[in-house]
């Protein structure tokens, strides 16, 4: 997706990684050709195409070619523009790949070049891949120039330092690249993501666009939304999403003893943390939690035993924000990796980059001094967060439900069926239709809730809120998986398929159900926006 920078195994593309190479492409000289000559050209020996104005030679390139040498002999490609052929078959990506534009030797004098990828940084121009407010001509009462500067500025970030590693990641399974999570840190990207508050003081906020008490909620916004357009699930959870919810427990219930051994560091990137509360018998339900604390004779210490399951970062966590059974009934507790905490790898359906852990805990001792909260308060600390938590969710899910919206509007202008394009076909259009209405209603109805978290104290948020981002919460995670089973419609197989054309539909398809179950499953979610409603009816309110 423009958006969703490609790469395949053989291929980690992004618009950064081609600068090296430049010059030396820049610097070939390409022969001036007409159409007539390269017409010439058409043999299994001595082999020249047309793509997009630019003459390619595969004489040589024909026998390693992935899609075989027959597809390139057909009369209709050998020797003639196959502009159309190609982009219905590859995207733009392939040609950007230094190995193959090394195959390009000429341009058809007088012609210039149609497509181009976008540059870092750059906005969409196709219709719905960007939210109005980024889209020409288009008029928000949300976002001032403030929020603009510094989209640019993290749309770039993210072009430049996170696609290329997000691609890169997804396809090894391994943890982010730490030159990335470093370079975020130095423009406190680890601790914006964390919403607005007291931690973003005395910092330097992406190079000083946005200072640290004008950082809002439309900013956090920005970044959820910037990061979602990467297309890695996985990755976008491996770049440490463990700390969005596993931190605040500790910056908003920690001892100050605590919180200034832990924070610091954990914002740097150079110690992860994770939140450990579901388990193999008890997800949503929190008090039916096994695991178990119970202090030692002394009182000073906390003994911990049980597992933990679906941990997102575990893997590689130093820190684990832990639900305990207790004597007084269920209270969080900071466990610190060390002698008997045991992470394990789980597999799920996106990739290992995540780090998700099976986690057992055995006779950990942890002083008394990093319990979070209340002993037996635990349920407050737990739900203190679950509404930036979910809000953050809905961020990332209509972002990425637009990205697909932008893939589909491609492939079916690009892609030809039964001699026409796709978008000629009433049903492609049709389930376009639903796709786009679908991304533009999350995302007006998201920018309305985080007006109102702008203007709300956290205790009006917690009351009017909860609710409304219940709803939002479920309505976009199921709106994200019609969309995504509408898309492997409109791309068929390829839709199925992890490389190619459709390699970010399967993505999305695969891992899209992931969305619908975090932070609450969606109907669990409707029902407490519906229960919220029904505690505020009036009590005078008849028909
Ligand atoms: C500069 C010229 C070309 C290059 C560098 C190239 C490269 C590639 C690459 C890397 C793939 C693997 C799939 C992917 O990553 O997208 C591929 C697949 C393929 N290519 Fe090409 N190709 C070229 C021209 C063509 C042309 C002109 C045709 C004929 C219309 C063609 C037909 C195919 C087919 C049928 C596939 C398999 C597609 C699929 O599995 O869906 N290629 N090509």
Same mark, same amino acid.
């Not at 120039?145 to 500025?153: D, L, P, S, T, V």
């Given at each position: ?10 291929f980690?593309? /992004? ?5 090296? *190479? ?12 007409t ?7 058409n ?7 047309i793509?997009?104005?630019? $003459? ?6 024909? /026998? ?8 390139l002999?057909?009369?209709? $490609?050998?020797?003639?523009? %196959? ?11 392939? #040609? ?6 090394? #195959? ?6 007088g ?20 939210p ?16 603009r500067q510094?989209q ?12 290329p590693? %997000? ?12 030159s ?6 130095e423009?406190?990207l680890h ?10 003081q005395?910092r330097?906020?992406m ?10 909620y439309?900013?956090e916004?920005?970044i ?12 976008g ?28 560091d $954990? ?10 509360i ?20 002394d ?11 679906w ?15 207790t ?6 507790i ?19 980059t995540?780090?998700?852990? *099976? ?6 001792? $942890?002083?008394? +001094? ?13 739900l ?16 990425s439900?637009?990205?697909i ?12 069926? *039964?001699?026409?394009? &796709?978008?000629?076909?009433a049903?492609?259009?049709?389930k376009?239709?639903?796709?786009i ?11 309305n ?9 956290y ?7 909860a609710?409304?981002?219940? *709803? &939002?919460?479920?309505? /976009?995670t ?21 490389? +190619? ?16 179950? &975090? ?23 008849? #028909?």
């Amino acid at each position: 997706m423009h958006s969703l920078t490609a790469g395949t195994k053989d291929f980690a593309y /992004s618009p950064q990684s081609l600068s090296p *190479f430049l010059p030396t492409i820049m610097s070939k000289q390409l022969k001036q050709l007409t159409r007539e000559e390269v017409a010439k050209h058409n043999k299994p020996d001595d082999l020249w195409i047309i793509v997009d104005a630019k $003459v390619y030679d595969l004489s040589r390139f024909k /026998s390693l070619h992935p899609g075989g040498i027959a597809a390139l002999l057909d009369d209709e $490609v050998a020797g003639q523009d %196959a502009t159309e052929a190609f982009f219905g078959l590859h995207r733009i990506e392939v #040609l950007e790949k230094p190995q193959y534009q090394r #195959l390009q030797i000429g341009v058809i004098e007088g012609e210039t070049s149609t497509y181009r990828p976008l540059v870092a940084g750059e906005l969409s121009k196709v219709p719905h891949a960007e939210p109005t407010w980024l889209s020409d001509g288009y008029f928000s009462p949300y976002y001032s120039e403030n929020h603009r500067q510094f989209q640019k500025a993290v749309r770039k970030f993210m072009d430049e330092y996170i696609s290329p590693d %997000a691609q890169a990641r997804e396809e090894d399974g391994k943890k982010p690249d730490q030159s990335v999570l470093d370079k975020m840190a130095e423009v406190n990207l680890h601790a914006m993501r964390m919403g607005p508050g007291k931690h973003l003081q005395g910092r330097t906020l992406m190079g000083g666009i946005v200072k640290p008490e004008e950082f809002d909620y439309f900013h956090e916004l920005i970044i959820t939304q910037e990061f979602a357009r990467c297309g890695a699930r996985g990755y976008g959870d491996g770049l440490l999403g463990g700390k969005v919810i596993g931190l605040p427990p500790v910056i908003n219930f920690g001892s100050e003893e605590l919180k200034a051994r832990v924070v610091p560091d $954990v914002l740097a990137a150079k110690k992860f943390i994770c939140l450990a509360i579901s388990e193999a018998q008890a997800g949503s339900d929190v008090m039916g939690l096994q695991t178990t604390a119970v202090k030692t004779e002394d009182g000073k210490h906390w003994i911990i035993n049980g597992s933990k399951k679906w941990i997102t970062n575990g893997v590689f966590a130093d820190y684990f924000t832990v639900g305990c059974k207790t004597e007084d009934g269920f209270t969080v507790i900071l466990v610190e990796r060390g002698p008997g905490v045991e992470t394990r790898q789980i597999k799920t359906s996106y990739s290992t980059t995540a780090g998700t852990a *099976f986690i057992t805990f055995d006779n950990v001792r $942890v002083p008394v +001094g990093n319990t979070l909260g209340e002993e037996g308060g635990g349920i407050f600390v737990i739900l203190s967060n679950f509404n930036h938590e979910r809000w953050v969710m809905c961020c990332a899910s209509a972002r990425s439900q637009r990205a697909i919206v932008e893939e589909c509007l491609k492939w079916a202008t690009q892609r030809k069926a *039964f001699g026409k394009p &796709l978008t000629s076909l009433a049903v492609v259009r049709s389930k376009l239709a639903g796709m786009i209405e679908k991304a533009e209603s999350t995302q007006n109805w998201l920018e309305n809730i985080t007006y109102q978290m702008c203007n709300m104290t956290y205790k009006q948020q917690a009351s009017k809120l909860a609710g409304q981002i219940a *709803f &939002l919460k479920s309505y /976009s995670t199921s709106c994200a998986q019609e969309t995504a089973r509408d898309a492997v419609q409109v791309f068929g197989g390829r839709g199925v398929t992890k490389t +190619g054309m459709g390699r970010f539909i399967e993505h999305y398809h695969r891992t899209v159900p992931f969305d619908s179950l &975090l932070g609450g499953t969606e109907d669990v979610l409707a029902d407490l926006g519906v229960r919220q409603a029904l505690r505020a009816m009036p009590a005078d309110a008849r #028909l």
